[in-house]
C-alpha cells in the first residue's frame, strides 16, 4: 500500500511539473494582431461531420477497451486489449498524450505471460530486456519503429501488475 501511495505521489509530482513546462498556443496561427492567419476552407456541416465521426469512434474503442473515455488516450490503442486480457478491472492511473499508466489488481502470472506474449505480437520486441524472481517479472521493450516504449512490471507479493507505454517522441 505504500508503494502504491508514494508511487502516485511521485506521478502526481511529475504530472505538475509537466504542466507548468507547456506553453501557451493562444497566439498561435495569429499574424501579431490577433487575428488568424489561416482560412478554413470546410463548411459548418462538413467539420460537425467530422468531430461526429471521431466521437463515435472514440467511443467505440473505449467500448471494445472496457474502459471509460477518461481512461483511454490514444496510447491505449497502441496496446493489446488490457481488459480481455484480465480477469480484474484494469484502473487508469495517468493518462496523458504522452505515457499511460494502467495499473490491474490482482493478476496472476499466467495473466500477465499471455498478456506480455501479445504485446511481442503486437510488434514490441525491439530493445527488449526479461526478467523474473521468486517476486515477480518485468518486461521492457520499444516498439519496432523506436516510438513506443512499453514496460510491464508484475509482483507476485501484491499479485498486482503496472503497465506504462511512453511516446517517446513527444518527450
Known amino acids: 500500500m505504500k508503494k502504491r501511495l508514494s ?52 467511443e467505440e474503442s473505449t467500448e471494445k477497451k472496457g474502459l471509460s473515455s477518461v481512461d483511454v488516450s490514444i496510447l491505449t490503442e497502441k496496446l493489446p486489449d488490457m481488459v480481455s486480457a484480465f480477469k480484474s478491472d484494469v484502473e487508469a492511473i495517468i493518462v496523458g498524450d504522452d505515457h499511460v499508466y494502467y495499473n490491474v489488481d490482482p ?16 510488434g514490441y520486441t525491439y530493445n527488449t530486456d526479461q526478467g523474473s524472481d521468486d517476486t515477480g517479472c518485468n518486461y521492457w521493450a520499444y516498439d519496432e519503429t523506436g516510438t513506443y516504449y512499453l514496460e510491464i512490471n508484475y509482483s507476485s507479493v501484491s499479485n498486482d501488475v503496472d503497465i506504462y507505454l511512453t511516446d517517446k517522441s513527444k518527450q
Open 7 to 58: 508511487i502516485g505521489l511521485l506521478v502526481g509530482a511529475m504530472c505538475v511539473g509537466l504542466v507548468g513546462c507547456g506553453g501557451d498556443s493562444s497566439n498561435a496561427g495569429s499574424d501579431g494582431n490577433g487575428s488568424s492567419a489561416s482560412v478554413s476552407t470546410e463548411s459548418k456541416s462538413d467539420t460537425e461531420t467530422d468531430t461526429e465521426t471521431e466521437e463515435a469512434s472514440s
Open 107 to 122: 493478476v496472476t502470472f499466467d495473466e500477465v505471460d499471455a498478456y506480455i506474449s501479445s504485446c511481442k505480437d503486437a
